[in-house]
């Protein structure tokens, strides 16, 4: 009998499986929202990991906070488990950043005291603005070379082999809601020492293809688009080359032709707010023109301190009621209305002035996307509606009227 070394390893069975091949059809299917963990030997966990063929949010929020979510608290129903919620903004902006730069500050910070040795983030091709191209970030110039959000599918995962292999083992990995959950999944098996998790709100992402008819149909110079965004005002906010903002309202989106070009994994998403991450650094549920931040855990408050010192910070605020304005848009979005410009463009001031801010717009636009992705998986994937949908979900749709 051969005795074993002590210091021999034996390879781990995720080592052994085999990345799929570019184009093939992954195993979610059409609901694959390209998370990149099928790109990898980690394909082995993706039955119990992909957010698409396993929904397990009560088991993941509580290894990673400790809790699930408190279904007595609304707030809970919408924003997650948190310990706090602030409006911030940078009090010196980074340069090119699609808001202040308070994700790229905190990763920067990680990175320059050794907090961690690499940040997986999302740099574009030197083709396409717009084309995705995760890296494992060593220094601040990579890391700012990913600033500014890519609206497409990402497969920020796929460098999690690249992860393993180099042997690190203090990672901070920024990415969205179906990312997250499946690294959560797998982390016990990155052999990290310390995993940080910086998150970002997401919704409605389109493959490349997707996006480019989005630019083409709803804005003046689609080739000059540096950046866009979906802001608190209910306008669109297009950001171009020369330095010039467009801005159309939301009301006059061409929907009969855009119904169909977003993802099918977005359309079945619920995780809206990152449930996952320890940090989250959006939008949505701040006053125009800052930013919202939702510190869920320790690890969390611990990365927000880092930069404490380079923000103004105010409470989050809420005003108006969302409600009427939900059950208005489900039949009009089911129905693919498109209002005249001008129409558009005067109910978007009208709202804008007496509509829903702070968190409560956040609630607005996390009702409006939870009820249409309803209808859509009930639809197109009945037999996986009760299991998919989380309660939360069921708790924030059940509050309105749905058509059949």
């Not at 602030?86 to 990175?111: C, D, F, N, Y």
């Not at 574009?124 to 070379?145: S, Y």
């Not at 558009?344 to 002035?353: D, N, P, S, W």
């Not at 609630?363 to 409006?368: K, L, M, N, T, Y």
Request: glycine content about 6%; aromatic content about 8%; proline content about 5%.
């Amino acid at each position: 009998m051969t005795a074993v070394s002590p210091n021999s390893k034996q390879q781990p069975k995720h080592q052994k499986a085999r990345a799929l091949k570019p184009g093939s059809r992954r195993p979610a299917k059409e609901l694959c929202s390209e998370c990149g963990l099928c790109d990898t030997y980690y394909i082995h966990y993706v039955k119990e990991a992909c957010a698409f063929l396993n929904q397990q949010f009560d088991a993941l929020e509580t290894q990673t906070h400790g809790r699930r979510r408190d279904l007595t608290k609304e707030d809970d129903w919408y924003f997650g488990v948190h310990q706090d919620m602030m409006a911030a903004r940078k009090q010196h902006p980074i340069e090119g950043a699609q808001w202040t730069g308070i994700v790229s500050a905190i990763a920067i910070e990680m990175l320059n005291r050794g907090l961690v040795e690499g940040v997986v983030c999302v740099q574009n091709t030197k083709e396409d603005r717009f084309q995705p191209m995760p890296v494992i970030a060593r220094t601040p110039e990579e890391i700012l070379a990913a600033r500014v959000n890519k609206p497409t599918l990402s497969p920020n995962l796929s460098v999690l082999e690249q992860v393993e292999q180099s042997g690190l083992k203090r990672l901070l990995v920024i990415g969205v809601g179906c990312q997250i959950q499946a690294l959560r999944a797998v982390q016990d098996q990155l052999g990290l020492e310390k995993l940080y998790v910086l998150g970002t709100p997401c919704v409605d992402n389109v493959t490349r293809e997707g996006l480019q008819k989005f630019l083409e149909t709803t804005s003046r110079s689609p080739d000059t688009v540096v950046h866009y965004e979906f802001m608190q005002d209910f306008r669109i906010h297009f950001k171009h080359e020369d330095g010039s903002t467009e801005m159309v309202p939301f009301f006059g989106l061409k929907t009969n032709q855009l119904k169909d070009v977003f993802a099918p994994s977005c359309m079945s998403c619920f995780d809206y707010v990152n449930g996952l991450a320890d940090l989250v650094v959006g939008y949505m549920g701040a006053p125009f023109g800052w930013q919202w931040i939702v510190v869920r855990n320790e690890t969390g408050k611990a990365m927000l301190d880092l930069v404490m010192d380079q923000l103004e910070t105010q409470p989050v605020m809420s005003q108006g009621d969302r409600r009427q304005a939900v059950q208005q848009s489900i039949p009009a979005y089911d129905r693919g209305v498109t209002l005249p410009m001008w129409a558009a463009k005067l109910m978007g001031v009208v709202i804008e002035r007496i509509g829903p801010k702070g968190l409560e717009y956040a609630r607005f636009s996390i009702d409006s996307h939870f009820t249409r992705n309803y209808l859509y998986v009930k639809r197109n994937h009945p037999e996986k509606l009760e299991a998919h949908v989380p309660e939360f979900a069921k708790r924030i749709v059940g509050q309105y009227k749905l058509p059949e």
